[in-house]
């Protein structure tokens, strides 16, 4: 099956700085999607990409979808205490087809 | 506006016993799935449906049955739990039709129910 890598694993930051994670696939997707999941929840969607090249912003979330088809990247600008949990990418082939979700990048903000 | 309900919300359970996690969603939404999320895996895809009457394995199905009882509800069935169950499970729905900009044609999950298999 599909394999998606994403990076980093995990990430301490300092409130206020600037975050990127990225996830790549082994084959071409035509859907990206970005969720967070905080502690006892389920995934909650940030960003949905449909187009390579897309760029998106929700708030102070940027994604974007690779040239390639086989990549996505998030950036989360000025980061605050509330932005900690665990970030999924996930995408898919085709709109019939079933989502491969990344393994996630937890983030945690330090004051 | 619940969107996705689970229950139970948590669970233990010996080996060799049975059980069910509920699933429920308002939205109307024609396809709904159950995934397993463990520590540095993701979420991995327990069984599907992608419409009322019809249900498929996903990736790690064994172990597992599953029931579309109706549009609204999709059940997920352990016959036999074993430790390697022991996970938090998600259901999640989404409607394959509609305006992609209003959240059409992506999944909405639920709060997850966790389950110990001692």
């Known amino acids: 099956g599909q394999q998606l890598n994403q990076s980093p694993q995990s990430m301490f930051i300092q409130e206020g700085e600037d975050v990127s994670m990225n996830c790549t696939s082994s084959?071409?997707?035509?859907?990206w999607l970005w969720y967070k999941q905080e502690p006892g929840e389920g995934p909650v969607l940030l960003i949905a990409?449909?187009?390579?090249?897309e760029l998106t912003s929700n708030g102070r979330l940027t994604a974007q979808f690779g040239i390639t088809r086989k990549d996505s990247f998030l950036n989360i600008s000025a980061s605050i205490p509330s932005d900690v949990g665990i970030y999924f990418c996930?995408?898919?082939?085709?709109?019939?087809?079933?989502?491969?979700f990344g393994t996630g990048t937890r983030l945690q903000v330090t004051l | 506006n619940a969107g996705v309900t689970q229950t139970p919300k948590f669970q233990v359970l010996k080996t060799g016993q049975s059980m069910t996690l509920q699933c429920a969603q308002d939205?109307?939404?024609?396809?709904m799935y159950w995934y397993r999320q463990d520590p540095g895996m993701g979420l991995r895809l327990i069984y599907y449906?992608?419409?009322?009457?019809?249900?498929d394995k996903g990736e790690v199905p064994n172990g597992y049955n599953v029931s579309r009882l109706n549009k609204r509800e999709f059940s997920l069935r352990l016959e036999s739990a074993a430790p390697s169950q022991t996970s938090v499970y998600f259901c999640?729905?989404?409607?394959?039709?509609?305006?992609?900009?209003?959240?059409?044609?992506?999944?909405?999950f639920g709060a997850g129910s966790r389950l110990t298999v001692l």
């Open positions: 449906s992608a419409s009322e009457g019809t249900t």
């Open positions: 084959s071409i997707f035509n859907t």
């Open positions: 990409l449909y187009k390579a090249g």
């Open positions: 939205m109307n939404h024609n396809s």
């Open positions: 999640a729905s989404r409607s394959r039709s509609g305006n992609v900009a209003l959240g059409a044609n992506v999944l909405t």
């Open positions: 996930a995408g898919r082939p085709g709109t019939a087809s079933k989502l491969t």
